[in-house]
Structure formats: C-alpha cells, structure tokens
T-cell receptor, first 115, second 112 residues
C-alpha cells in the first residue's frame, strides 16, 4: 500500500515554455502532498506543502508564481513550472501523507531538463 | 531550508560489515525518519522514530535517537551490495509535524 506515482518520469522542454508534473496517490487519499526539488548529489529541498482544496504553502525563497501548485483532489496534486529556464532543470519529487500520520510516501521523481 | 547534517558524507565498506550513519538536527522535533534513495530514483521510507523513543529496530536496521544531543544514528548490520544507496534523515519541527526537512545525506557504497 501507500503508492505514489509521478508523471512524467522525465521531460525535456525549451526555455520559456511551461511544464506540468502530476503526483498521484494510487491507493490512499492524501490530505497533504509535498513538492521537493533535488539537485545532483544534493539533498531534497522542500518547496511547498499542498492541501486538498486550499492554496499551497511555499517555503521561503520559492517563487509561487513560477511554481504553480494545484491540489484539486485527495489523490492528485500538480506542479507547473512556468516560463522554464535552464536553472529550473532539476529532479522534482512529490510525497503524500495520510491525515494524522507523520509518514510521507514518495513518488519516483520527475527529471526536468530545460534547454 | 535543510534541518540536519549527516555524517559521514560518504561511506565505503565491504559486504557483511556494519554501516553506521549519523544525523544531527537543529530544532526540537516530534518525529525523525530515515529514507533510502537509489541513484536517480525516489525515496523509500525505512523507519520512523518518535521523539519519546530512544531506539527502534526493523530487520537489519537499528535507529537510535538522542533528543538531548539532537542526533540520531542509523545502523545497517551485515550489509549487502544492494544496500548501496544514499541515506537521508528527515525531521519535522516541534510545532509542525506535517513538514519534514531533509539532512544532507550519506552516500553508502557496499563493495561485494
């Protein structure tokens, strides 16, 4: 149980375009989902916390107009990287948790390359 | 922002040996979790330890927590080549158990 999927697993896009990444909890309802970013050989940096039906909460230093997060249902959150630049190239990972449980379950990640 | 630091940054051992990784964090916590990440992949949850627990076991894994020192350790006994991965600790903050912040990670290489 507690499987989280991400789509796509990798994407290449041109500078200036927008890219949407989906995160789904497959066998449970996730009250909260999280988006992380990971640079090569580095740790995960929390970008934002997403609760179903409400606005995402962004960590300090993360541009909310650039990284649009939508959590439309208890099983789906999306991250849209708008007007992508090469410096946005990274590994984006989502996670999901059940209400009142601390464990987070991670998706397999999406590798974004902006050319 | 990152919450913790792990050491060592890299660890190379022979199959069958034990591997110990340490994690230190800065603020009071409710829970601490350990995760494994194989290269370029997502994270696998290994074990969660609560702030009122001192030690926890799961198979070949043993986790300790010392809240007075704000540190935790992960011991992998009888390591296998398949244990080769990066290991991260993640901590919440005392007044917000929803969000977890990751340490810098330890890259473990188990040589066959």
């Amino acid at each position: 149980g507690a499987v989280v999927s991400q789509h796509p697993s990798w994407v290449i896009c041109k500078s200036g375009t927008s890219v949407k990444i989906e995160c789904r909890s497959l066998d449970f309802q996730a009250t909260t989902m999280f988006w992380y970013r990971q640079f090569p050989k580095q740790s995960l940096m929390l970008m934002a916390t997403s609760n179903e039906g409400s606005k995402a909460t962004y960590e300090q230093g993360v541009e909310k107009d650039k990284f649009l997060i939508n959590h439309a249902s208890l099983t789906l959150s999306t991250l849209t990287v708008t007007s992508a630049h090469p410096e946005d190239s990274s590994f984006y990972i989502c996670s999901a948790k059940l209400a009142r449980r601390p464990e987070q379950y991670f998706g397999p990640g999406t590798r974004l390359t902006v050319t | 922002s990152q919450q913790g630091e792990e050491d060592p940054q890299a660890l190379s051992i022979q199959e069958g040996e034990n591997a110990t990784m340490n994690c230190s964090y800065k603020t009071s916590i409710n829970n601490l979790q350990w995760y494994r990440q194989n290269s370029g992949r997502g994270l696998v949850h290994l074990i969660l330890i609560r702030s009122n627990e001192r030690e926890k076991h799961s198979g070949r894994l043993r986790v300790t927590l010392d809240t007075s020192k704000k540190s935790s350790s992960l011991l992998i006994t009888a390591s296998r080549a398949a244990d080769t991965a990066s290991y991260f600790c993640a901590t919440d903050r005392e007044y917000n158990f929803n969000k977890f912040y990751f340490g810098s990670g330890t890259k473990l290489n188990v040589k066959p």
